[in-house]
T-cell receptor, first 112, second 112 residues
Framework: NAGVTQTPKFRVLKTGQSMTLLCAQDMNHEYMYWYRQDPGMGLRLIHYSVGEGTTAKGEVPDGYNVSRLKKQNFLLGLESAAPSQTSVYFC???????????FGDGTRLSIL | AQSVTQLDSQVPVFEEAPVELRCNYSSSVSVYLFWYVQYPNQGLQLLLKYLSGSTLVKGINGFEAEFNKSQTSFHLRKPSVHISDTAEYFCAVSNQGGKLIFGQGTELSVKP
């Protein structure tokens, strides 16, 4: 089972560039999430989705946009990258809101 | 608002010794509680969860945790650790809305 797959695994951007991170899950989960992980701060929720075609803001949504056009995919976009967005990004999914989330292996993003 | 506090950022311990990783949470509503483990350069894996029922929860790799509602705690324990348990451990809380709030993480370092 692939579970949750994130692409790319690594990326270096220049300030002001844009990019999209892709998350795909093959477990037919309804809920999908994007987090960022920074040293000493745990994981913070950026955006999430409770089903195909829906998105909602999390704790730190500024500077990011998301789309959930297909149930299995959840895209995270950076319109104009800033050095403060250098982080490790994790995607997760769950079947129901009270069920454990399954995580991808992360995307390491550096913005110069 | 919910919050999670992991009381120790780093816990060094010798192999075969017992360990306790402490987690306190605050919430005005019923919560679900989770412990996740993150090995280097990997995503998060679920160790155990408390949704309801017995307050003593057993997880994978010999870990267990006890939900204490009066003390709003969910401490993680293992009676005898191995070198392979070296990793970062995250406590997380969610309500029925599905959003996870993570603690800052505890780095467990097991020494021979």
């Amino acid at each position: 089972n692939a579970g949750v797959t994130q692409t790319p695994k690594f990326r270096v951007l220049k300030t002001g560039q844009s990019m999209t991170l892709l998350c795909a899950q093959d477990m037919n989960h309804e809920y999908m999430y994007w987090y960022r992980q920074d040293p000493g701060m745990g994981l913070r929720l950026i955006h999430y989705s409770v089903g195909e075609g829906t998105t909602a803001k999390g704790e730190v949504p500024d500077g990011y946009n998301v789309s959930r056009l297909k149930k299995q995919n959840f895209l995270l976009g950076l319109e104009s990258a800033a050095p403060s967005q250098t982080s490790v990004y994790f995607c997760a999914s769950s079947q129901f809101s009270n069920q454990p989330q399954h995580f991808g292996d992360g995307t390491r993003l550096s913005i110069l | 608002a919910q919050s999670v506090t992991q009381l120790d950022s780093q816990v060094p311990v010798f192999e075969e010794a017992p360990v306790e990783l402490r987690c306190n949470y605050s919430s005005s509503v019923s919560v679900y509680l989770f412990w996740y483990v993150q090995y280097p350069n990997q995503g998060l894996q679920l160790l155990l969860k408390y949704l309801s029922g017995s307050t003593l929860v057993k997880g994978i790799n010999g870990f267990e945790a006890e939900f204490n509602k009066s003390q709003t705690s969910f401490h993680l324990r293992k009676p005898s650790v191995h070198i392979s348990d070296t990793a970062e451990y995250f406590c997380a809380v969610s309500n029925q809305g599905g959003k996870l709030i993570f603690g800052q993480g505890t780095e467990l370092s097991v020494k021979p």
